[in-house]
């Protein structure tokens, strides 16, 4: 088929390679503009960006879809499906009436449960047993749209946001590329009204660890904050950002170092923390870290 892929950070470059392995004809690459980042503030391409130029492949990265031009630059390509994945801009209809067989987008979510932005992020940090990835017909509202494909996974009990990430992505990719070959035959199912959930942008004032509640509520956070933001505490003024934890035994004041390997009492049980972070210093394992700080026991730490 003859494709437009849109998508912008690292989540949706295996989904531009699966394309491009299966045969499909990118026709061009949409993406976020480039932005400032490292220390010299210099505007850097977006994953996608720099994967499709390594590709050799178009790549446009309007900063609107809702003007006239950009609108007719977009349907001017000709195209038999556009394939959305993170991409960042809100699809004007206009957009999505564009090519012949609309726009599919891949939602890292076993729709309607998180809907939005942060789905990865909002399944680990509920509790979430399973998660997935559904293949989505997009319309104008939020992640509304009918289902095509769904592929469940579980959430491994350990599991980090960027963990499960990776995963998705990988199974979106491999998704994508059935959904095409399969696309004259696939029904759309159009969602459910019941068991609708928003998947809100993570604000960063969520992530200071609130050491009286429970373990299990405290390791969700961290687990599903790893590793950006990255739910923290502080010691000796000091921000720590902790990246992996364990629900341990042990009881104690909330938020009480418990052993020299940071076994830390929450509301209900403990956390060790395994994988921590200091401010402007790489993520250290806890005996590593503990080499330099040596929170000793007794410790109060000051995360809420």
């Avoid at 950070?9 to 392995?21: K, M």
């Avoid at 399969?182 to 759309?188: A, M, T, Y």
């Avoid at 060790?272 to 109060?300: C, E, M, S, W």
């Amino acid at each position: 088929m003859r494709v437009i892929f849109m998508g912008t950070p690292e989540f949706s470059v295996p989904v531009l390679d699966a394309l491009v392995s299966a045969g499909h004809e990118v026709a061009c690459v949409y993406c976020q503009p480039p932005r400032p980042a490292g220390r010299g503030k210099k505007d850097r391409p977006s994953p996608v960006q720099f994967r499709a130029e390594e590709l050799g492949l178009p790549v446009r990265h309007p900063v609107s879809l809702k003007t006239p031009e950009a609108q007719a630059e977009f349907t001017d390509l000709d195209t038999d499906i556009a394939v959305v994945v993170a991409y960042g801009l809100i699809l004007p209809q206009a957009i999505l009436d564009a090519p012949k067989h609309g726009c599919l987008n891949i939602h890292a979510s076993l729709l309607p449960r998180w809907r939005g932005a942060a789905p990865i992020h909002r399944a680990i940090m509920a509790g979430d047993a399973e998660t997935g990835v559904c293949i989505m017909q997009m319309e104008a509202g939020l992640d509304t749209g009918p289902v095509l494909l769904t592929k469940i996974t579980p959430i491994g009990v350990h599991e980090t946001t960027i963990e499960l990430h990776d995963r998705l992505s990988a199974i979106g990719a491999r998704l994508i590329v059935e959904a095409l070959g399969k696309l004259p035959d696939l029904v759309p199912e159009a969602q459910p009204d019941q068991g609708v959930t928003y998947a809100s942008k993570i604000d960063k004032s969520e992530a200071r660890i609130d050491w009286s509640r429970p373990a299990v509520e405290v390791d969700r956070l961290i687990r599903g904050l790893s590793p950006f933001p990255g739910a923290w505490f502080e010691h000796d003024g000091v921000r720590i950002k902790v990246l992996q934890s364990r629900l341990d035994d042990g009881d104690g004041c909330a938020g009480e170092v418990l052993d020299a390997n940071l076994r830390v009492a929450c509301g209900e049980g403990a956390v060790k923390l395994t994988h921590l972070q200091r401010a402007g210093k790489a993520a250290q394992d806890v005996n590593t870290f503990q080499r330099g700080a040596q929170i000793l026991p007794g410790t109060l730490l000051n995360g809420g």
